[in-house]
T-cell receptor, first 117, second 116 residues
């Protein structure tokens, strides 16, 4: 069965620090990978996604993620965080099964990011 | 706002009561999904619709849960005889229905259910 692991449950950083949140998935086939973010009091928003092509994907607000197939990883990075990045971050995966079937998202348990001003 | 909307945003009910939630997807999105999120966890898939057809249901969706999307637009999720374990955030998402290797789901704000 597919699964997603986010090993960091709570990360605390100071402003301007660099960020890397780990994400590993378990699935043998072709996958699509996502990072969603949930700011306090707001709904889940798509941060970035990987379907195919360049394994380094860039998202909104200066975030990027790198898909390393051999490591089954899709870590999220940002070179310099801001206080406004305080949020919960979810790594997620769907299987790429073709047109006829939709894909449910399998989410990790999330990483809470707290930024000290 | 043209995003996914959900009503109500909060629902408090007593154990044993029935509750119904509504989701309005983004216009022209033909796929609609329901997820459940409990504290400290990521959302878990419950079910999804392609237009009005319910095509997949998770084993999490017990027979007390039923979902409909009668006209292929809005959807309702009903929980009968609620239990305290049903307390959670119920999320709705929609997508255009492109091939699954490019389809992206967009989430609503959720309905927070508290069963006393």
């Amino acid at each position: 069965a597919q699964s997603v692991s986010q090993h960091n449950h709570h990360v605390i950083l100071s402003e301007a620090a660099s960020l890397e949140l780990g994400c590993n998935y378990s699935y043998g086939g072709t996958v699509n990978l996502f990072w969603y973010v949930q700011y306090p009091g707001q709904h889940l928003q798509l941060l970035l996604k990987y379907f195919s092509g360049d394994p380094l994907v860039k998202g909104i607000k200066g975030f990027e993620a790198e898909f390393i197939k051999s490591k089954f990883s899709f870590n999220l990075r940002k070179p310099s965080v801001q206080w406004s990045d305080t949020a919960e971050y979810f790594c997620a995966v769907t299987s790429s099964t073709g047109y006829s079937s939709a894909s449910k998202i399998i989410f990790g348990s999330g990483t809470r990011l707290s930024i000290r001003p | 706002d043209t995003g996914v909307s959900q009503n109500p945003r909060h629902k408090i009910t007593k154990r044993g009561q029935n509750v119904t939630f509504r989701c309005d997807p983004i216009s022209e999105h033909n796929r609609l999904y329901w997820y459940r999120q409990t504290l400290g966890q990521g959302p878990e898939f419950l079910t999804y619709f392609q237009n009005e057809a319910q095509l997949e249901k998770s084993r999490l969706l017990s027979d007390r849960f039923s979902a409909e999307r009668p006209k292929g637009s809005f959807s309702t999720l009903e929980i009968q005889r609620t239990e305290q374990g049903d307390s959670a955030m119920y999320l709705c998402a929609s997508s255009l229905g492109q091939p699954s290797n490019t389809d992206t789901q967009y989430f609503g704000p959720g309905t927070r259910l508290t069963v006393l």
